[in-house]
């Protein structure tokens, strides 16, 4: 396994256990409700003229989706605390904790619509880390 995938999937092991967890997007047909996550993960890109690599940053949206504004905010009450402040160890990479950047949103997606003439109601969230690679 890469050391970018190595951060990716332990940075993914960060969700709750019995929280529906899906990567890069909800399958049709999901079951509401769920939790989607996307990364930016960070490459070796830059290093010191001595080789010593330099810190790179980390970014991870966490989507929520539920029924209901409530649905939303109880599904994020979980899932946002496992992931503020933690600090993922991966091989290859000396991470900082994940810090929440900005507001959560949450609102209706209009694009979806559900049985009955509804729209789920989603939350985001963002977080950021920064790495050094490990020589």
């Known amino acids: 396994m890469s050391a970018a995938k190595a951060l990716a999937v332990a940075v993914r092991a960060l969700v709750p256990a019995g929280v529906t967890h899906y990567v890069g997007q909800a399958p049709t047909g999901a079951v509401l409700p769920w939790l989607v996550s996307n990364q930016s993960v960070p490459d070796i890109?830059?290093?010191s003229e001595?080789?010593?690599?330099?810190?790179?940053?980390?970014r991870v949206r966490l989507t929520a989706a539920a029924g209901t504004e409530n649905g939303t905010l109880d599904l994020l009450d979980v899932v946002l605390p496992a992931?503020?402040?933690?600090?993922?160890?991966?091989?290859g990479w000396?991470?900082?904790?994940?810090?929440?950047?900005?507001e959560v949103r949450v609102y209706p997606d209009f694009d979806v619509?559900?049985?009955?003439?509804?729209?789920?109601?989603?939350?985001?969230a963002l977080f950021e880390y920064t790495v050094?690679?490990?020589?």
């Not at 992931?83 to 091989?91: N, Q, T």
């Not at 050094?132 to 020589?135: G, H, R």
Request: aromatic share 2%; hydrophobic share 35%; glycine share 18%.
């Open 83 to 91: 992931f503020e402040g933690a600090r993922v160890s991966a091989a």
């Open 132 to 135: 050094t690679a490990t020589p």
């Open 45 to 47: 890109d830059s290093r």
């Open 50 to 58: 001595a080789g010593t690599p330099h810190g790179q940053v980390g």
């Open 113 to 124: 619509t559900l049985t009955g003439g509804i729209h789920p109601v989603v939350g985001a």
């Open 94 to 102: 000396v991470t900082s904790p994940l810090r929440r950047l900005g």
